[in-house]
């Protein structure tokens, strides 16, 4: 089945296939790469609307584009109100033009202050927040909500929870199909993803287990949903988001094998955006992805080891080279 385009407030999402928010993980680097390789749009590291308040440099940092023509897309995080609908007046003055609460992390350092999963525990303070949100960007900017199956499977509450936030304001859910107690473990449930996108009239993304162009055109199919939104799918793997959008454009599925050149030209590309940016902290963050890319190469773990041990990107730059030359197809 061919999947259509998706408009959320002011913002067109031709292929709606997106690359999910996530800490220490999406880089200006990583989003661009990922864009080229075709996802429609990629979002910031969550960002603390706590810190933004109280104008600590490091949550400031993360407000940063991707691509050139590009939505801006940010999320936010946090459990207060008035921090949170400062923190959005200012994203949308340093230029946001999509922003995403998190109601979804599942992590203990997120909910032991009332945020991500645990919104779904407070959905009238949730409602709040979203209220809050939406008037402090006077609806220039479509606030979206991202949010799990509940709390845990006594407390699977996605339906009425999605229904609140449509109800607030929310000009789109995406919905991850596990409980915040499983945290990433188990399975996800596409079953919740279906009931939230049959409750709503808004659209609904869905996420969770996808890893192949066949798991996002199987949840596409089974859930209705209107898009994916891709998270560990595609660590070291960008070119899951080429074979998606093909899936969705052509509506057959179409899954590509990615040759150890095409890894490899990968690494050194990601290493030369981290070079003209000069950027130390890219450079610390990205060497996980750096070391995904080069996984089922012949002598990927000696290279992987290297990557966590050198800091010269020069030197990185000569041992993906060396890596290439055992691996040519």
Known sequence: MIVNPVKVGSVNLNIPVLLAPMAAITTPAVRILAEECGAEMTFTE???????????????????????????AVQLFGSDPHEMGYSAWYLKNQGAQYIDINMGCPMKDIVSNGS?????????????????VIDSVKDEVPVTVKIRAGWDFDSLNAVPFAQLMEKSGARAITVHGRTRNQLYTGKSNPQVIRDVKNSVSIPVFANGDIKTAADAMELIRFTKADGVMVARG?????????????????????????????KLQMI????????????????????KQIAWYSKNLHDSSSFREMVFSTSDIQSLKKLASELFSKNVN
């Open 46 to 72: 969550m960002i603390s609307a706590a810190a933004l308040f109280r104008g600590v440099r490091a949550a400031r940092n993360l407000i940063r584009r991707s691509s050139p023509g590009k939505v801006f």
């Open 116 to 132: 991500g999963a645990a919104l779904m525990k407070t959905p009238e303070l949730a409602s709040d927040i979203v209220k809050v």
């Open 234 to 262: 595609s660590f070291g793997n960008p070119w899951i988001f080429r074979d998606i959008r093909k899936s969705f454009e052509t509506g057959h599925c179409v899954e590509t094998p990615v040759t150890s050149e095409e």
């Open 268 to 287: 050194l590309r990601h290493l030369e955006m981290i070079e003209i940016s000069q950027d130390a902290d890219s450079l610390a963050q990205s060497r």
